[in-house]
């Protein structure tokens, strides 16, 4: 049964798809939710991990919803290793210990960083006793494992697990031979949000780890990563700068998870991530005074990225990153006429599956809620908007999945989410509620602007509907032309004729119906008998 | 109320001509609000946006200020109160035992006492009368397991068998095919013997039965179902003359959608990722079947080209957010699972070189449970041989073989989780 995950105010909630039902997510004891941020989740391993609101990043099971904290901290103290009473090793040994937590099935979920290395002992043909093996706090850990060198080495190879969080010592004679080839794991916590006061800004799956920034002012144009296929493996060394770093307070400002490379946004450039593992991963420019502002306006479709920069949307795919927004609706995003541009980086973008659209929730102009949003359809180029959002407040946007297939959603600061794609023509807070659809049509010129037209009756031809009207309005004369003839069509009819439109350079029209459980679906429309005045 | 919006700027790409400019790439809009292209059925156009329904009934704790859908089974919902159990159809034939085993961890398998229902058989396969074999189906709703049993009939399995007592169809002697869900109903076509087939679905909450719309008779025997909760597929394929064709539901009718090419039949269809995926049949050396794309905006094109000649593509499975298909083709013999991550098609596992497929294995049905997919192989044409296998891939890309040499229906179910 597949579900949601939702940050609803200072609360997590999982959601069933399929019916709605909301279930409690309780957190860790200590850990709190900060309203004013947004999570990061990343669902990876079969967990979900959340980043940035929480004071303290944690992971969830889905199976159970409980939730653990994603950083263990180190144990504080190094074992102490002495000769035992039995037999079986000789040479020079060191060991050290790390915290960790098995599921059910024995499988390791979690493990800290490893402990100061002990003593050295030396032995001679003697067995290894381990003793004050450090209790970790963390109600999470159910097991400790202990790492040691082969006789006279220097690199701590994993020996064996304590299966509880309760014993203290240990004594072994595993040969060298027999215990793990594989060298200790270099592991450190998360970059940010391992302790409260630092957190994990933005975080994003790619390449079967996760990727995140630290909001730490010196590691805010890193991008730090985990070891393939774990949440808990994070290293020094796992690291790559966008470069150059310190160049603004900003840092990183976005994940692009494409199919083979990972984007790394900044404000005023665009670096790209390229590689399978820390043998060749490399960092690239790929373009420069591009950028992206708002993290949340991000949309991967099908290995092409959409984004949201100071002067329009942009989309980079393999044929580089091109504004698509600049030759056709310029003014959206470049005057502050339509939408708020101080608050560009609170925008939030979406995918819409059956219009095959981008849509990017925006603050209009001289308000600070999401209450517009433009779309562009992918299929035609097309951009179409601004619409409003009237019913409720829209604070977010993603894709939900039922049964296979997917949900565009928008969330609200009413605390419900919304399900977009739906046939009934009315708004959502009541069934009597109308929609207000209305739509104007670029200045028709015969392909000359400057000569007078003579514009005839207008013939609309449209879905056949249960019932209602459609209102048309003429805008004839230059760009500036005031409402003229307005006439009502039946929208029962298919097609009808209507009115002559009038004389000017010019005509537009604008198609408008406000009537609830009532639609309409043009097909086209034309304007009969239209000729150059003078020159019939 | 809902409030104007500010005025526009003057116009997208400029000034345009006059003529029929709302369903052409050159005669876009200046602005619109609250409306969006349609442009399915070839009768696009624009249209209203319609209201936006409450997912949950009551509110959450707070504002919603992110989420995250988790492709994962959870228990957090009521779902059975214990682990959840993959259940594997047999053939009970005379000797061979029950009809439905089943695992709670997808290695031991153990008798479902209770679930003494057999299961239709459920296989792709095309064979040498250019027909594709009609799949028994099992399907998953959010309050039980149903599967179509040996009769025909829809059975729903909760812990106890209860078979489905449906109003009489039209035609007495109707039966039930492929199962698909969608919004809480559970659909399923019908075959009569003769060439007509008709779609109904059935409300588990209310038992109200529902023609969806009318068919045209048409010489066909089979009806793949695939739907992305908008739009409604079926695909016709036939015996001789084949019937290639696509239709979507659309204000209650169904309408020709797309015509395949003149060798290509419908085998199978799955949403994925905002598009229909449709793997096709061919037979007789006429060609490589193909996988198509429907996309959200109703355009059709070739996805995948499968790198052998004839046989069919089916079913698709998706699984680690990724959609899976088997090309089969008896003869030459090929088994191969295909994968697609959204971007790409790449072969995924070979299984005449890894598991010694030698052909019989038809292509069964596939579930996801446990974080594993398992995919069952029924060889029916050895019944009562015992040579059926149930294979599991892990996310991380491992095949294995779960049950060797059992006498598999290939039906595959999930409860509980």
Redesign the interface.
């Known amino acids: ?11 997590l ?12 997510i309780t957190l860790p004891a200590g850990v709190t939710i900060d ?1 004013t ?5 990343v ?1 990876i391993d ?1 967990k ?1 991990v959340v980043f940035n ?1 929480v004071s303290e990043n944690i992971w969830i099971d ?4 409980a939730t653990h904290r994603l950083g263990i901290g180190a144990p504080p103290s190094a074992p102490t290793l002495a000769a035992g009473g039995g037999t079986g090793l000789t040479g020079a040994y060191r060991a050290k210990v790390a915290f960790g937590q098995k599921d059910g099935g024995g499988a390791v979920v979690n493990l800290s960083p490893l402990s100061e290395a002990s003593n050295e002992v030396t032995l001679a043909n003697e067995d290894l006793a381990v003793s004050a093996i450090a209790i970790s706090s963390n109600p999470d850990v159910n097991f400790r494992r202990l790492y040691r060198t082969a006789a006279g080495g220097t690199t701590f190879f994993e020996w064996v697990d304590i299966d509880d969080n309760v014993t203290t010592s240990y004594v072994g004679s595993e040969s060298d031979a027999a215990i793990s080839d594989l060298p200790a794991p270099t592991i450190t916590n998360a970059p940010g949000g391992t302790v409260p006061g630092s957190r994990m800004t933005l975080a994003t799956a790619w390449k079967s780890r996760i990727w995140g920034v630290s909001s730490d002012d010196d590691e805010i144009d890193d991008a730090a990563y985990t070891d393939l ?1 774990t949440i808990y493996a994070w290293s020094n060394a796992n690291r790559l700068p966008a470069f150059p770093k310190g160049e603004d307070r900003f840092g990183i400002t976005g994940f692009i998870p494409r ?1 083979d490379a990972l984007g790394l946004c900044k404000r005023s450039r665009l670096l790209k991530v390229i590689g399978e593992s820390n043998d060749d991963f490399q960092v690239l420019i790929v373009v420069e005074n591009i950028g992206v502002l708002a993290s949340d306006s991000i949309v991967v479709i ?2 092409k990225a959409y984004f949201l920069w100071e002067d329009g949307v942009y989309r980079w795919d393999d044929e580089g990153v091109v504004c698509i927004s600049r ?6 995003f470049t005057t502050g ?2 939408f708020n541009r101080d608050l560009f980086a609170r925008a939030v973008g979406g ?7 981008y849509e990017l929730g925006l603050v ?2 001289g308000e600070t809620d999401l209450l ?1 949003w433009v ?1 562009y ?1 992918i ?2 180029s ?7 959002t ?2 409720f407040t829209p ?2 946007r ?10 565009p ?20 807070a009541a069934a009597a509620v ?14 000359n ?1 400057d000569i007078t037209h003579y514009w005839g009756r207008l013939a609309l ?3 056949v509907e249960s019932g209602g009207t459609l209102t048309a309005r003429a805008y004839v004369g230059g ?1 500036d032309a005031a409402a003229g003839v307005t006439q009502s069509f039946n929208l029962t009819l298919g097609r009808q004729i209507g009115l002559r439109l009038g004389v000017g350079r ?3 029209l604008e198609f408008e ?2 009537e609830a459980g009532l ?9 009969t008998e ?1 000729f150059e005045v003078g020159r019939r | 109320m809902p409030r104007e919006l500010p005025d526009y700027l003057v116009g997208q790409k400029g000034l345009n001509l006059v003529a029929s400019p709302l369903h052409t790439p050159d005669g876009g809009l200046l602005v619109a609000q609250n409306v969006e292209y349609i442009r399915v059925f070839g009768a696009g156009g624009i249209g209203t946006r319609g209201g936006l329904a409450r997912l949950n009934a009551s509110p959450l704790a707070g504002a919603v200020l992110a989420f995250t859908y988790v492709p994962l089974a959870t228990n957090a919902f009521g779902g059975g109160g214990g682990p959840a159990t993959l259940l594997v159809a047999l053939e009970p034939g005379a000797s061979l035992g029950v009809p439905w085993i089943g695992s709670t961890d997808g290695a031991a398998f153990s008798t479902i006492a209770a679930l003494t229902e057999p299961a239709l058989y459920a296989y792709w396969a095309p064979d040498n009368t250019n027909e594709v074999s009609r799949p028994g189906a099992v399907s998953l709703a959010s309050d039980a397991f149903y599967f179509v049993n040996d009769s025909r009939q829809l059975v729903k399995w909760n812990g106890a068998t209860q078979t489905i007592p449906l109003p009489a169809f039209p035609a007495s002697v109707e039966n039930i095919y492929s199962l698909t869900v969608l919004s809480g109903l559970i659909y399923f076509d019908t075959h009569n013997g003769a060439p007509s087939e008709t779609v109904y679905s059935w409300n588990p909450s209310t038992g109200v039965l529902t023609q969806i719309g009318t068919l045209t008779t048409v010489t066909g025997e089979y009806v793949p179902i695939g739907t992305n909760n908008v739009t409604l597929l079926i695909g016709l394929a036939a015996t001789i003359p084949a019937a290639r064709e696509v239709y979507a539901l659309s204000g209650g009718s169904w309408l020709l959608d797309h015509t395949l090419g003149a060798a290509e039949i419908p085998a199978s269809m799955l949403p994925f990722g905002g598009a229909f995926y449709l793997g096709t049949l061919r037979s007789g050396s006429s060609g490589a079947p193909i996988v198509l794309a429907r996309s959200g905006a109703g355009v059709w094109s070739t996805s995948l080209t499968a790198s052998d000649v004839d046989g069919a593509f089916g079913p698709f499975v998706e699984f680690d957010g990724k959609l899976f298909v088997c090309h089969w083709e008896p003869s030459a013999p090929v088994t191969k699972i295909y994968v697609f991550d959204g971007a790409s098609w790449t072969l995924d596992e070979d299984l005449v070189s890894s598991f010694g497929f030698d052909g019989t294995e038809h292509p069964g049905q596939a579930v996801v449970f446990d974080g594993a997919l398992y995919w069952a192989f029924p060889r029916p044409d050895d019944f009562p041989a015992e040579n059926g296998s149930l294979l599991k891939r892990t996310a991380a890309g491992a095949w294995s073989q779960v049950i060797n040499n059992r006498c598999l229906t290939g039906a595959l179910g999930v409860v509980g989780a």
């Open positions: 049964m597949s579900f949601a995950v939702v940050q609803a105010g200072t609360s909630q999982a959601v069933d798809v399929a019916t709605g039902a909301i279930a409690d309203a941020l947004r999570c990061r989740f669902v079969r979900i609101a889905p199976i159970t919803l296929n199919r099908r290995d030759a056709s609706v310029d003014p959206w006429t339509y995918y819409n599956p059956f219009t095959n659209a209009p102009a517009h779309a359809n299929e035609n097309e951009w179409l908007g601004p619409n409003l009237d019913a604070s977010y993603g894709l939900l999945k039922d049964d296979g297939a997917l949900l959603a928008i969330g609200s600061d009413d605390g419900y989410l919304y399900l977009q794609n739906q046939a009934v023509l009315s708004d959502v109308a929609i207000h659809g209305k739509l104007r049509t670029r200045h028709h010129s015969q392909k602007p031809e449209s879905r760009v010019l005509c537009s119906q406000q639609g309409f679906l043009i097909y086209g429309y034309s304007i239209t």
